[in-house]
Nanobody, 115 residues
Framework: QVQFVESGGGLVQPGGSLRLSCAAS??????WGWYRQAPGKQRELVAT???????NYAGSVKGRFTISRDNAKNTVYLQMNSLKPEDTAVYYC???????????WGQGTQVTVSS
């Protein structure tokens, strides 16, 4: 059984930065994805990183967010800069297979961007 533990969220002012972390236990993750779900909206995929460290980003975060990984720790990170109020959401990580989440979700980490 794979479990994800996300951390690093919080309250930040517009223009600020946060770094999220997600550790997986139970299985090594080949392709990681960071997802987010804002109130009243569907969960969306915002960034992926493959085992060869090829990355991809949603247009809304490209140039502001950076995904990275530590294979030894089976952990993925999301560096978020120039945060906007519309980035407010619960952020989740998961393994990505064919652009879809593969395992059950963790508890997520809340990111709130507000002045």
């Amino acid at each position: 059984q794979v479990q994800f533990v996300e951390s690093g969220g919080g309250l930040v002012q517009p223009g600020g930065s946060l770094r999220l972390s997600c550790a997986a236990s139970g299985s090594w993750i080949s392709t990681w994805g960071w997802y987010r779900q804002a109130p009243g909206k569907q969960r969306e995929l915002v960034a992926t990183i493959t085992s060869s460290t090829s990355t991809n980003y949603a247009g809304s975060v490209k140039g502001r967010f950076t995904i990275s990984r530590d294979n030894a720790k089976n952990t993925v990170y999301l560096q978020m800069n120039s945060l906007k109020p519309e980035d407010t959401a619960v952020y989740y990580c998961n393994r990505v297979v064919s652009n879809s989440p593969y395992y059950a979700w963790g508890q997520g980490t809340q990111v709130t961007v507000s002045s």
